[in-house]
């Protein structure tokens, strides 16, 4: 396989790399921690049914569609626009789509390291035996007093921007994509494991019943909404993500086949979390809507009380943290690339600004669990309205615009010949699915909340 393209980051070093660092990329704590609590929050099985609807008929076609602009152009979200707008012939304001990802990129990062910096002192806490033979309440407690403690969340936080930095200042492809190659599949064997431990408890078949068994009387528009934001968040979309990573790969790869694999992978790893993770809550007699401290709050419970335990709760905690990782270089990776091709700057210089614009915004996040939980935006702490703001619009609506662009905006031909599809049947599918029902259920589902609908 050939790869033409070098770039200042360099170029995938085979399709088994691009596949590796797109679904590293896309399995993070969307799937573990972010996709069960929102899913006990929302009422379990309809919510689901509507999130598996959205990865299918929009985020699907949306990935086939961000990687091909992003392979057209070869060039980072801003500058890619700006190239793809010149070839249709188009409005040069559709590069204010890169500008919203690369501000979103950030925003997101500022708080997902947060979180990535709890699994990371979840570590050291499962390394030093703090879950053996700890109960449910016991475990509750190490998480709320861990919250309490800023002094705690910016020590950890820190850690881990400071080594999201390193690995994105020597740029994508060295070390990162070995460490993922062993420890995205260890992530995945982990799983099966505690979803053995799950079907020990009596529970399993309530939590199963929980997961799949719809009722959507539960269903209000913001959890349509909120499904719909997390189809985009947990396959990375609508922020340029992809579209970076796709620039980087070369022009013989099929993209439709690799964003189902990618997709596929994504949708198995957040179900197997959720199968592992709803038995025990209610066989714990805990909430499935207690938020964001769900996982830390449950899975210490297994590893306290299973054999072996000790070893696969400091493992799990590790490879969390690996998998938030290769998700946050892939949330700055537009920033630092925009600022190195197109404002001069060194890879370094881009790295440690755009590293400590998103630390310092990330301390909000930090607060909202402790000194500022009080502080409230439209009924929302700080965290849950960057959340709300990134996942459920901002990440959206880049993904209605990427849309739109590529099925009105950039010639049919064009589109044809880039994905360059075995058949005309499956382009004429995806034709479909990205002009009409991608942007036209985005579109519905943001009526629908504002009330129009
Ligand atoms: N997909 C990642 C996750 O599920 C988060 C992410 C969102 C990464 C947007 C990049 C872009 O954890």
Request: charged share 10%.
């Amino acid at each position: 396989m050939t790869y033409t393209k070098k770039t200042v980051h360099g170029a995938w070093s085979s399709r088994f790399a691009f596949i590796l660092a797109a679904t590293g990329s896309a399995v993070g704590l969307g799937n573990i921690w972010k996709f069960p609590y929102i899913t006990g929050e929302n009422g379990g099985g309809a919510f689901v049914i509507v999130y598996l609807l959205c990865v299918l008929l929009i985020g699907i076609p949306i990935m086939i569609a961000e990687t091909m602009l992003g392979r057209r152009s070869q060039k980072n979200p801003i500058e890619a626009m700006e190239v793809l707008t010149d070839e249709a012939g188009a409005d040069h304001n559709w590069h204010y789509l890169g500008w919203m990802g690369v501000i979103a990129g950030l925003l997101i990062l500022s708080y997902y390291s947060v979180i990535a910096g709890w699994a990371s002192a979840y570590i050291l806490k499962a390394f030093t035996g703090s879950f053996l033979d700890a109960d449910a309440l016991t475990i509750k407690k190490i998480f709320d007093d861990f919250v309490a403690s800023p002094i705690q969340l910016i020590f950890w936080h820190s850690l881990f921007m400071l080594a999201t930095m390193l690995i994105v200042v020597r740029g994508v492809n060295n070390g990162l994509e070995k460490a993922a190659q062993y420890l995205m599949p260890s992530l995945f064997v982990l799983i099966f494991a505690l979803v053995g431990y799950a079907m020990t408890t009596d529970s399993y078949f309530q939590g199963l019943h929980f997961l799949f068994m719809p009722d959507f009387s539960k269903l209000t528009s913001n959890s349509v909404l909120t499904a719909m934001g997390h189809a985009f968040f947990t396959l990375s979309l609508g922020m340029g993500a992809i579209m970076v990573y796709g620039s980087y790969l070369s022009k013989n790869i099929s993209i439709a086949k690799t964003a189902f694999l990618i997709a596929g992978a994504d949708t198995v790893v957040a179900l197997l979390a959720g199968i592992a993770i709803f038995p025990i809550v209610f066989a714990n007699n805990l909430h499935p809507n207690s938020g964001p401290g769900l996982i830390f709050e449950t899975l210490p419970i297994a590893f306290g009380s299973m054999t072996g335990g000790w070893l696969m709760g400091i493992l799990f905690f590790v490879m969390l943290a690996v998998a938030a990782l290769t998700s946050a270089i892939s949330l700055i990776e537009p920033a630092v690339a925009w600022l190195v091709e197109n404002k001069d700057f060194t890879r370094e210089k881009a790295c440690v600004w755009s590293g400590l614009v998103t630390w310092a915004l990330g301390l909000g996040t930090v607060f909202s669990f402790n000194i500022w939980s009080n502080v409230k935006f439209f009924d929302r702490s700080i965290f849950q309205l960057l959340d709300y703001l990134t996942a459920n619009l901002m990440l959206p609506i880049g993904g209605f615009c990427i849309a739109v662009f590529s099925g009105w905006i950039m010639k049919k031909h064009h589109s044809e010949q880039e994905l360059n599809m075995p058949n005309e049947t499956s382009y004429q599918i995806w034709k479909l699915l990205i002009s009409y029902v991608a942007p036209g259920s985005v579109f519905l589902v943001f009526l629908h909340v504002i009330g129009v609908l």
